[in-house]
């Protein structure tokens, strides 16, 4: 989507279209019906002052051209032209009125509630089907801030935008009627004000600079608050908190000096709006009478409109202004929305995946994000179904990264992945995942109870408890849920806060064991354990061995010996494969390593 160049760049209105479709139009006309029934209930007032000051008895030559239009009116109706009709007509019209104000106001409320609904459901879904590959490489912060921050300010910028519309319809209705009743009283109108006009273009760009710098320092601060409490407790612990607070509080007060900025501007725009009506309406007086002869009462009768329309145009710039001031948000979303688009993954119309009977075969893998800097270079392996594997090596020797090309996670650059002899890319690949249990180092804690972080949701029915039951006994967790007061009801704090390393992990494990992935992956799984609990752990593991397929990464040696078979890994290449004894028997390289940790 192209960058708004203002206000009547289509690209909003056609953004707004695309989420609202015919609830646009419905709102459009409620301002169009609106401003009709108040400039009719406006007219009434000058055929009223007509009557009254002539006693009934309006020479033909001095009837105004609203009194004319009513007298035709009546007659169609057979009625008499008289005041009580003609107050009556306009109260009738002012009632109208405000019954269809308040029923675009109820309508205008829901759509806009439903419109914000609508586009955060829409981003999650992209990022749903976001590649992990775009997102490892993403701006979490502007991620984050889109999500909350950002969709808040486009809230408003829907108000502005369409009470600006809104207003943008009374004036051109107004205008109308000013050209009807006096031409040339309406064009000196016009040319006023564009005049006025651009002065406040001036103050439009520069609210509309100052909101895109507004925009970019909430990303960053978003980016800054994510850092400070995940690192919390390394901040604390060596008495950085108050060094990288100092940080957050320069964004913090950044953001502040735009959004003063973005707030004086609107001051002076609030402030000038009047004088410049009344100014304005002062020249063009003394232009129509001196200049033009113009008569009193057409003069009065197109001031009224003209006052009302100006009056709106005012209200417009101020909206306009205002919506400005979430101009960065607006281009932000744009832009955020089409960055997704772009890293969406391909789902098509795939081929159903149920489980992997025979084997997964990489084939010539390569892997990086830049074409000269290769992560995996032509890896070919073949991995049984239901085998054990551990890939070792060196940190960044390419380890995870493959792991994560075998679940799915990143596409190979180059290369095939087979599983059961159809490549990876014809399979539906969430069903693929879907089978997949992924434990890593860095275990992920849901800010709710032990059960539920384990059988993520599921209903606590008699099923789903023995399983959680044998979960909590595999990862040995049964002692430590015991000895809680709250058993597994008890909530574990953002990110397990309150837990060990070890227990981390532990619940981690468990909630892979409770889901009976067929494909394991356990990236360092143990590395937070103490000895006595990994060597529990690992006896558990075992026990999946010729259930499910296994593919371990460690470091800790002691935890892959009796793995089926151990790829040794070194700068996104494989240099050796076998069992743990070949390895040691055949590889210099393995058997130093196993060295080095004294394993016997």
Known sequence: ???????????????????????????????????????????????????????????????????????????????????????????????????????????????????????????????????????????????????????????????????????????????????????????????GGIITNLFFNKIFNYTKTEANSLTSKNHSLQGFI???????????????????????????????????????????????????????????????????????????????????????????????????????????????????????????????????????ELKNIDFYYHPNDLIIKNVSLTIHSKESIAFVGESGSGKTTLANIISGLFSPSSGEILIDGKNIKDLNINEYRSKIGYITQESVIFNDTIYNNISFWKDKNEENKKAFQK?????????????IPQKEETVLGNNGVNLSGGQRQRISIARELFKEAELLILDEATSALDSETEKEVQKNIEILKGKSTLIVIAHRLSTIKNMDKIVLMSKGQILDMGSFDELMQKSPIFRNMVNLQEIS
Do not use: W
């Open 1 to 191: 989507m192209k960058k708004l160049l203002g206000i009547f760049n289509f690209s909003t209105f056609r953004f707004y279209y695309e989420h609202l479709g015919y609830r646009l139009i419905i709102q459009m006309l409620f301002s169009v019906f609106i401003s009709v029934l108040d400039s009719l209930g406006l007219s009434m007032f000058f055929p009223i002052l007509e009557m009254v000051s002539s006693g009934n008895a309006i020479n033909e030559n001095e009837k105004s051209k609203i009194y004319i239009y009513l007298e035709k009116f009546f007659q169609f109706l057979h009625l008499e032209l008289n005041l009580p009709n003609i107050l009556f007509l306009l109260i009738l019209f002012f009632i109208s009125k405000g019954i269809c104000q308040y029923f675009y106001n109820i309508y205008f409320t829901n759509v806009r509630h439903s419109f914000i609904r609508d586009l955060r459901i829409k981003l999650i879904d992209k990022i749903n089907n976001y590649s992990y590959k775009n997102f490892v490489t993403a701006d979490v912060g502007r991620i984050q801030n889109s999500l909350t921050g950002e969709i808040d300010r486009l809230a408003n910028s829907y108000v502005n935008y369409f009470s600006m519309m809104q207003n943008l319809i009374f004036v051109i209705i107004y205008m109308v009627c000013v050209f009807v009743i006096d031409m040339k009283f309406a064009l000196l109108v016009v040319i």
């Open 471 to 483: 979960a909590i006994e595999s990862s040995s967790l049964v002692e430590f849920i015991d000895s």
């Open 226 to 360: 994510l850092q400070f409490i995940g690192n919390f407790k390394y901040l604390k612990a060596t008495n950085k908190n108050f060094e990288f607070s100092e940080l957050l509080k320069e964004n913090i007060y950044k953001i502040e000096t735009n959004s003063r900025k973005i707030g004086k501007l609107g001051a002076i725009v609030s402030s000038l709006r009047e004088p410049s009506l009344i100014i304005l309406i002062s020249i063009i007086i003394i232009v129509q009478i001196s200049v033009f002869d113009g008569g009193i009462s057409t003069i009065l009768l197109s001031l009224v409109f003209f006052y009302r329309a100006f009056g709106y145009l005012m209200v417009l710039q101020n909206y306009y202004n205002n919506y400005l001031a979430s101009y960065g948000s607006i281009n932000n979303i744009f832009e955020f929305i089409d960055e997704l688009d772009k890293g969406q993954e391909n789902y098509g119309n795939k081929v159903s995946f149920e489980k992997i009977l025979n084997a997964i």
